[in-house]
């Protein structure tokens, strides 16, 4: 996996993948991923690189730790 920092979204689609999320499906403003019971919106893609701060809040509504999405 990526190491924590700035990421673009592309690259945090494919890894979400990996951690079993499916989609990106539309929404209303925001695209989203799914897995199980959890939802995540997803940035617009005409932004720039995700910021680390924004990463870090995906992530932990995602469950997973900065610790597992460096080793995956």
């Keep these: 996996m990526p ?11 494919k890894y979400l993948k990996k951690h079993g999320f499916e989609g990106p499906f539309s929404g209303g403003r ?3 991923m799914v897995r199980e019971d959890i939802t995540l ?3 617009n893609p005409h932004r720039s ?6 990463l870090s809040r995906i992530l932990k ?3 997973i730790s900065r610790k597992k999405w460096e080793s995956l």
Excluded at 3 to 13: E, G, T
Excluded at 49 to 54: A, F, R, S
């Design 3 to 13: 190491p924590f920092r700035p990421i673009k979204r592309n690259d945090l689609v």
């Design 61 to 63: 509504q995602a469950g």
């Design 41 to 43: 919106r997803i940035p």
């Design 30 to 32: 925001h695209q989203f």
């Design 49 to 54: 690189d995700i910021g680390k701060e924004l």
